[in-house]
């Protein structure tokens, strides 16, 4: 079978990614105490609670959002 993408459509996904995923580590400013906090182990969490948490809340309001306008939004329209 072929390929969904091209190679060069891979190309762009790939800079497009890449470019967000820097654009989000460079809002963070730099610190000294990140250069003086040791490491975290492999036993420790990739996913700390209060991530876990942030990621529940904006998928709740997401679906909230999508279901408002997909349900409401007809009614609305009519």
Do not use: C
């Not at 072929?2 to 470019?19: E, G, H, R, Y």
């Not at 909230?64 to 009519?78: C, E, H, K, N, Y």
Request: proline share 6%.
């Amino acid at each position: 079978q072929d390929s969904p993408l091209k190679a060069v459509q891979m190309l762009w996904v790939n800079l497009i990614m890449d470019t967000l995923a820097s654009l989000a580590l460079a809002t963070e400013p730099p610190t000294e105490a990140l250069l003086l906090r040791r490491p975290y182990g492999r036993d420790h969490p990739l996913v700390s609670g209060t991530m876990l948490r942030n990621i529940l809340g904006h998928a709740a309001y997401q679906l909230l959002v999508i279901f408002t306008l997909l349900f409401a939004g007809q009614s609305r329209r009519q």
